[in-house]
């Protein structure tokens, strides 16, 4: 895998996220109460939606458009939405953050 360094985990506030411009679009990056770290796609599948400027609750994020709610672990639409997004490796060493951009993570069905 092609490891990319893209900033520090308390670049990131608990619950937050960040964006990252990359070569196949742009990536959110989100930490979560527990100071988990998940990366996918920064678009809703129902209409686009900047999921990066979403409310992260648990390991999950609302969209600030439509409010569906997705899962930060597989990307797929929780509740009686349907639809995904790509999930992108991520991981921490110490403080670094990096993701994988060559090799992704599954499209979730």
């Keep these: 895998m092609n490891w990319i360094a ?10 937050g996220a960040r964006c990252v411009d990359t070569p196949s679009g742009k990536v959110a ?3 979560t109460a527990e100071d988990r770290v998940f990366a996918i796609d ?5 209409k686009g939606g900047p999921l990066s400027q979403g ?5 999950a994020v609302t969209c600030p458009l439509h409010n569906w709610v997705i899962s ?3 990307g797929k639409a ?6 995904c997004v790509r999930t992108i490796p991520v991981k921490v060493e110490g ?6 951009l060559e090799a ?5 069905a």
């Design 78 to 83: 929780l509740g009686a939405d349907e639809g």
């Design 55 to 59: 409310i992260v609750h648990g390991a």
């Design 6 to 15: 893209i900033g520090t985990l308390s670049d990131i506030p608990q619950r």
């Design 29 to 31: 990056v989100f930490r």
């Design 72 to 74: 930060l672990e597989t």
């Design 42 to 46: 920064d678009h809703c599948p129902h």
């Design 104 to 108: 992704h993570a599954h499209k979730a």
């Design 95 to 100: 403080d670094l953050l990096f993701i994988a």
